[in-house]
């Protein structure tokens, strides 16, 4: 089945622990991006990687960092988790990064930091 | 301020209801506008884009863009129970070399319940 997948679908860690969050896509999409969603603030984008082997700064980075070594797999690593980063964040991918591209995004992954 | 406000709700309507669901902006650069509709516990899904102001319709559905006030649309006719939905309004902007980098910024996304 065509899609993004995300894991885990769930998780609650300690703060201060490192958490990577996984997704993959079989699109073969070009761009990938990792969203945040917190109650009364919506969507926010915290990196994007436009194609393999690069990467940029969303809205919210600060705390987090990604990788794109090849084309379907965008992993979203905390590397020091605090309460703040408690959040529900997605993952979605596109053809290209043109502004009428769209996004297609996965399930999620609630994440709670205590 | 937010780039982008968007009324978050809640909004109950009996089926069969017009629906209006709102956006205002004040990045006048924004170029690409769209509507997403994200069902309980799962990840939004993209429902209409439209590129220049006036009007576009998908069957029940119409997106309307008013550039020159900063605001967007989106009329649901006929709403039915199966549009209980978190809707999301997202826009981007064009970067040189036209892309946007996939860079969406969303509004707060309006919870709608319609009910039988």
């Known amino acids: 089945i065509a899609g993004i997948t995300q894991a885990p679908t769930s998780q609650i860690l300690a703060a201060g622990r490192r958490m990577t969050l996984r997704c993959t896509q079989d699109?073969?999409?070009?761009?990938m991006y990792w969203y945040r969603q917190d109650l009364g603030l919506g969507l926010r984008l915290i990196h994007y990687?436009?194609?393999?082997?690069?990467?940029g700064k969303g809205e919210v980075p600060d705390g987090y960092s990604v990788s794109r070594a090849n084309t379907d797999d965008f992993p979203l690593t905390l590397a020091s988790a605090v309460p703040s980063q408690t959040s529900v964040y997605f993952c979605?991918?596109?053809?290209?990064?043109?502004?009428?591209?769209?996004?297609?995004f996965g399930p999620g992954t609630r994440l709670t930091v205590l | 301020q937010k780039e982008v406000e968007q009324d978050p709700g809640p909004l109950s309507v009996p089926e069969g209801a017009i629906v209006s669901l709102n956006c205002t902006y004040s990045?006048?650069?924004?170029?690409?506008f769209m509507w997403y509709r994200q069902y309980s516990r799962k990840g939004p899904e993209l429902l209409m884009y439209t590129y220049s102001s006036g009007n576009k319709e998908d069957g029940r559905f119409t997106a309307q863009v008013d550039k020159s006030s900063k605001y967007i649309s989106l009329f649901i006719r006929d709403s039915q129970p199966s549009d209980s939905a978190t809707y999301l309004c997202?826009?981007?902007?064009?970067?040189?070399?036209?892309?946007?980098?996939?860079?969406?910024?969303f509004g707060q996304g309006t919870i709608l319940t319609v009910h039988p």
């Open positions: 990687s436009n194609t393999a082997g690069t990467t």
């Open positions: 990045n006048s650069a924004f170029q690409y």
């Open positions: 997202a826009m981007t902007l064009l970067y040189a070399g036209g892309t946007s980098y996939g860079k969406l910024t």
């Open positions: 699109m073969r999409h070009n761009a």
């Open positions: 979605a991918s596109s053809v290209d990064s043109g502004g009428a591209d769209t996004q297609y």
